[in-house]
């Protein structure tokens, strides 16, 4: 101890005071409020990817029955991934851990089709020029 601190009555200790650890908390805090927003944002994104992949399942079948059956697609109207049978497709190729068969929508007629995955506000949809659309929630 030196003679200024005796003189004084007061030791300095080696600690971060109220102030400083307040700071740090504030600063996690603004940190944790835009960082979570956008890892349930990517969490949805990747659910998504397991209905991407299904309706690729479907657009192949339409496509081979296009193929077997002279540039015609099967006329569906707005069936689920339930009622694909003239696809030779059935409920159970279509659920999966995110997605079930009723989330699936088909509908066509000879010379178009549409194929849309729903997962609450998410939509993804695919036509037959290949033609994406539909959006993912980022908020």
């Given at each position: 101890?030196?003679?200024?601190?005796?003189?004084?009555?007061?030791?300095?200790?080696?600690?971060?005071?109220?102030?400083?650890?307040?700071?740090?908390?504030?600063?996690?805090?603004?940190?944790?409020?835009v960082?979570?927003?956008?890892?349930?944002?990517?969490?949805?994104?990747?659910?998504?990817?397991?209905?991407?992949?299904?309706?690729?399942?479907?657009r192949t079948g339409m496509q081979v029955y296009a193929a077997s059956h002279n540039g015609s697609f099967p006329v569906l109207a707005a069936v689920d991934g339930s009622g694909l049978s003239s696809l030779n497709i059935s409920a159970a190729d279509l659920n999966g851990k995110y997605f079930q068969a009723a989330d699936y929508t088909?509908?066509?007629?000879?010379?178009?089709?549409?194929?849309?995955?729903?997962m609450g506000a998410d939509t993804y949809i695919i036509d037959q020029d290949g033609i994406e659309r539909g959006s993912i929630t980022t908020e």
């Open positions: 101890m030196s003679l200024h601190e005796t003189a004084l009555g007061m030791r300095r200790w080696n600690a971060f005071t109220l102030v400083e650890l307040m700071i740090v908390v504030v600063i996690v805090a603004i940190l944790a409020m960082a979570i927003p956008m890892y349930q944002a990517n969490v949805a994104a990747a659910q998504m990817t397991e209905g991407i992949a299904a309706v690729g399942t479907m088909v509908t066509s007629n000879a010379t178009t089709y549409t194929i849309t995955a729903t």
